[in-house]
């Protein structure tokens, strides 16, 4: 059996040790040496080019490098008769809970508020908010918006979580569905973003949504920059109904040296790096797929393309 890497982003010097230690029956071909596209079994991808997955004849799954499958799904030609799974596996996870709960602590703590008076050399305290009296609203509760509460939850923040279907999350206010959306908003002082890109949730950070939130609020965006009109931002912004935002992605990425959110003094802008995946624990639990695959089983982070996600 033979596995195919590529990327453009992940090094391969790092992948593909990882990748031979925890598969030792399996041969991990590094793009472009690909050899016979029809030795290749399984496909381990960021961002192919379209047409790339359709030229691997005897291809028995798809993987994805990442938690979100949209650089997958806007291939045309992309064989969706084949299991596509994506990434789930715990270097991940903790590394988006870590970047969400500093975000949420930065503007918890009025950090920006500082650095602003840092610069004009002013010393002077700001009101204390309580972390319970701060709340934080978590949109999508799939394997990064779970574990994002579970800690934030830790840190005594009064915390909710938003998904489609009903969850329950120990010490947190769980809401579902479109209907319950305007309650889930009006006690998000905090909103972070942690959902897929679907045709459902595409443009949800819009105008609409922020007029729904507590004024000054603050949005924290980690899902994709397609859930985010940024001119909407820009005006909530302005208008003072949104305090402050981190964004980390973005609809053109890079995100171009015009765009105005690269200097706004209310955003933080982070290159798409929220959360990577790490070779070490990814090749492990890529491993434990492809031997349930194998075996007939349902691996965890299996797609519904239907659903889409
Ligand atoms: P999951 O598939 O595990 O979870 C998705 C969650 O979103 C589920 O709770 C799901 O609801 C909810 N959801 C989906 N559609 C809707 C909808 N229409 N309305 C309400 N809730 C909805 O995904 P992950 O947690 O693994 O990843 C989430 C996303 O994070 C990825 O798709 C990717 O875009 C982004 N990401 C960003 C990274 C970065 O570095 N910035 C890194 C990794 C991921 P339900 O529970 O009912 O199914
Ligand atoms: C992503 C990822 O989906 O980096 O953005 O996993």
Known sequence: MALLFKSDIDRPA??????ESALPDMEVRSWPEVGDPADIDYALVWQPPSGFLASLPNLKAI????????????????????PLVRMVEPGLTAGMTEFVVMQCLFHHRRMLDYRAQQ????????????????????????ELGADAVERLVQLRFDVAGWSRNRRALAGAACFAGR?????????SDILVCLLPLTEQTDSILNAAL???????????????GEHLIERDLLAALEAGQLDSATLDVFRNEPLPPESPLWSHPRVI???HIASMTIPETAAEAMAEVIR?????????????????Y
């Open 14 to 19: 790092s992948w593909i040790p990882a990748l």
């Open 63 to 82: 993987l994805s490098i990442g938690a979100g499958i949209d650089h997958l799904t806007r291939d045309p030609e992309l064989p969706r008769h084949l």
């Open 119 to 142: 610069s004009r050399k002013v010393w002077q305290e700001l009101a204390p908010v309580a972390p319970w009296q701060r709340r934080i609203g978590v949109m999508g509760l799939g």
């Open 179 to 187: 209907e319950e959306l305007p309650a889930f908003l009006a006690r």
């Open 210 to 224: 922020f007029a729904q939130l507590p004024k000054g609020a603050c949005v924290i965006n980690v899902g994709r």
């Open 269 to 271: 802008v982070t290159p």
């Open 292 to 308: 349930t695959l194998e075996a007939g089983g349902t691996p965890p982070g299996l797609v519904d393309l239907d659903r889409g």
